[in-house]
């Protein structure tokens, strides 16, 4: 699959759920290779902005989009990568913070 395929049928999903892709195209793309990439890699879509441990049932989380993305874009209007973001967000309505790492730190002891 390509990023633009990937694109479309993400877009058509995710909106109908009230969530955008971040405005800037060339970064909306750059994450969208990027989990091309993992699911190349790891056999799934984990966060591109998360390192993934390969295994499908410990990164279950981080899979693309990941639980963590509906509180963060709830609280901060963007989920940790930016990728997903609110309509207030895409449209400079609300701040644009830094989006605090929700995941646990055992998550990444192995």
């Not at 902005?49 to 390969?54: I, K, M, P, V, W």
């Not at 639980?67 to 207030?88: A, Q, R, T, W």
Request: glycine share 4%.
């Amino acid at each position: 699959m390509d990023a633009q395929k990937l694109f479309e049928m993400m877009k058509k999903v995710q909106e109908a759920k009230g969530y955008f892709f971040i405005k800037d195209k060339e970064r909306t793309f750059e994450l969208l290779e990027a989990l091309i990439q993992n699911k190349e890699n790891y056999g799934y879509m984990g966060c591109p902005c998360r390192l993934l441990a390969g295994n499908r049932d410990h990164d279950r989380d981080i899979i693309c989009p990941c639980v963590y993305s509906v509180p963060d874009i709830e609280e901060y209007g963007s989920c940790y990568c930016n990728l997903y973001v609110s309509k207030k967000w895409n449209e400079d309505k609300i701040p644009h913070p830094y989006v605090p790492e929700r995941r646990s730190p055992e998550k990444y002891d192995l």
